[in-house]
């Protein structure tokens, strides 16, 4: 299966940007979904995850408040809504997609399908 991220772009601090993410080759309803990012020189990091079903979802603590990772499953599709949006928020967002259960896996490698990513980019 292959992820699509996309809604990034270039946004003022304390502004707002949703990221989407969605799939071809499968449905991603039955997989759990988990937003990471990058910055040059650094290790994928874990942002936000949700479960299959929707109703269970977990936050790194620097997200947690501002971001809303959410998925509707009739347009098999998942949401990272991102607002009071900081510049050290700035990187490259990459959706991810493994059968798991909750609590879902905050390590990348853990994951085998991922997107292209999105660049997420916060001016000051």
């Known amino acids: 299966v292959q992820l699509q991220a996309s809604g990034g772009g270039l946004v003022q601090a304390g502004g707002s940007l949703r990221l989407s993410c969605t799939a071809s080759?499968?449905?991603?309803?039955?997989?759990?979904v988990t937003w990471f990012r990058q910055t040059p020189g650094k290790e994928r990091e874990f942002v936000a995850s949700?479960?299959?079903?929707?109703?269970?979802?977990m936050y790194d603590v620097p997200y947690k408040g501002r971001f809303t990772i959410s998925r509707d499953n009739a347009k098999d599709t998942v949401y990272l809504q991102m607002n009071s949006l900081k510049p050290q928020d700035t990187a490259v967002y990459y959706c991810?997609?493994?059968?798991?259960?909750?609590?879902?896996?905050?390590?990348?490698?853990?994951?085998?399908?991922w997107g292209q990513g999105t660049q997420v980019t916060v001016s000051s």
């Open positions: 991810a997609a493994d059968q798991q259960e909750y609590p879902m896996s905050v390590v990348a490698m853990r994951y085998r399908y």
């Open positions: 080759g499968r449905t991603l309803s039955n997989l759990a």
């Open positions: 949700v479960n299959a079903a929707g109703d269970k979802t």
